[in-house]
C-alpha cells in the first residue's frame, strides 16, 4: 500500500491537485494509520515521508490534518483518505455554498458539491468533514480543498480528480458567462 500512496503523491502533483507541502494522505492498517509527516512534499514520497499512528492516538510528526482522517476511519470503512488543494475547487469554495456540476461525470457521480465551512483543525470541522465524507465519499473544505476516502488509492484519486474537474468546468463557465455578458 505504501508503494500506491507514494505513486497518487506523484499524480497528485502532476495533476496540479497539491503544489508545495500542501496536502496529505494515509491509508488504514488494521487498528493503525499510515500517514504523511507534517511538511511532507507528496511529489517526492519515499518511505520516510510517512509515520505509523494507532487510531485514535496523535502524533506530532504526523500531518496536521491527522484527526480529520482518524475521524474519517472511525466512521467509515474506507482503506484511504486523500486530501489535496486543487485550486478550482479551492476558488469556487470562497464564491459559493455549493454548487450542482454540470459536466457529465459530475453529474452521474458527484450530484452536488457543498463547501463546508469551520475552524481549520477544530475537532467540529473534523467531525463535519468525516459525516460529509462518510454520506458521499469526499468533502470539500471551504478554502482549504478535497477530502476523498476510497478503498483504495485510485479511486480516491479518481474522486479527486473529478471534484477538481467539475469545479474547472463550473467556474470556467461561469466565467465566460460573465464576460459573455459585456
Same mark, same amino acid.
Given at each position: 500500500?505504501?508503494?500506491?500512496?507514494?505513486?497518487?503523491?506523484?499524480?497528485?502533483?502532476?495533476?496540479?491537485?497539491?503544489?508545495?507541502?500542501?496536502?496529505?494522505?494515509?491509508?488504514?492498517?488494521? =487498528?493503525?494509520?499510515?500517514?504523511?509527516?507534517?511538511?511532507?512534499?507528496?511529489?517526492?514520497?519515499?518511505? =520516510?515521508?510517512?509515520?505509523?499512528?494507532?487510531?485514535?492516538?496523535?502524533?506530532?510528526? /504526523?500531518?496536521?490534518?491527522?484527526?480529520?482522517?482518524?475521524?474519517?476511519?472511525?466512521?467509515?470503512?474506507?482503506?484511504?483518505?486523500?486530501?489535496?488543494?486543487?485550486?478550482?475547487?479551492?476558488?469556487?469554495?470562497?464564491?459559493?455554498?455549493?454548487?450542482?456540476?454540470?459536466?457529465?461525470?459530475?453529474?452521474?457521480?458527484?450530484?452536488?458539491?457543498?463547501?463546508?465551512?469551520?475552524?481549520?483543525?477544530?475537532?467540529?470541522?473534523?467531525?463535519?468533514?468525516?459525516?460529509?465524507?462518510?454520506?458521499?465519499?469526499?468533502?470539500?473544505?471551504?478554502?482549504?480543498?478535497?477530502?476523498?476516502? /476510497?478503498?483504495?488509492?485510485?479511486?480516491?484519486? /479518481?474522486? /479527486?480528480?473529478?471534484?477538481?474537474?467539475?469545479?474547472?468546468?463550473?467556474?470556467?463557465?461561469?466565467?465566460?458567462?460573465?464576460? =459573455?455578458?459585456?
Amino acid at each position: 500500500m505504501l508503494e500506491d500512496a507514494i505513486r497518487i503523491g506523484r499524480k497528485l502533483a502532476e495533476n496540479n491537485l497539491i503544489d508545495g507541502t500542501s496536502g496529505n494522505l494515509s491509508f488504514r492498517d488494521g =487498528d493503525w494509520i499510515v500517514i504523511t509527516k507534517t511538511g511532507s512534499f507528496l511529489d517526492s514520497l519515499n518511505e =520516510d515521508d510517512f509515520v505509523r499512528v494507532k487510531l485514535g492516538e496523535s502524533n506530532k510528526e /504526523a500531518s496536521s490534518d491527522l484527526l480529520v482522517h482518524q475521524k474519517i476511519y472511525e466512521l467509515s470503512d474506507n482503506d484511504v483518505v486523500i486530501h489535496c488543494h486543487g485550486s478550482y475547487n479551492v476558488a469556487l469554495s470562497n464564491l459559493e455554498k455549493s454548487i450542482k456540476p454540470i459536466d457529465l461525470e459530475g453529474i452521474m457521480f458527484l450530484k452536488e458539491i457543498k463547501f463546508i465551512d469551520g475552524k481549520f483543525g477544530s475537532a467540529r470541522l473534523a467531525e463535519r468533514i468525516s459525516k460529509e465524507v462518510k454520506r458521499k465519499g469526499f468533502a470539500v473544505v471551504k478554502k482549504h480543498g478535497i477530502y476523498a476516502a /476510497a478503498n483504495n488509492f485510485h479511486q480516491a484519486f /479518481a474522486i /479527486a480528480s473529478f471534484i477538481e474537474h467539475s469545479c474547472k468546468v463550473y467556474y470556467l463557465t461561469m466565467l465566460y458567462s460573465l464576460l =459573455d455578458r459585456r
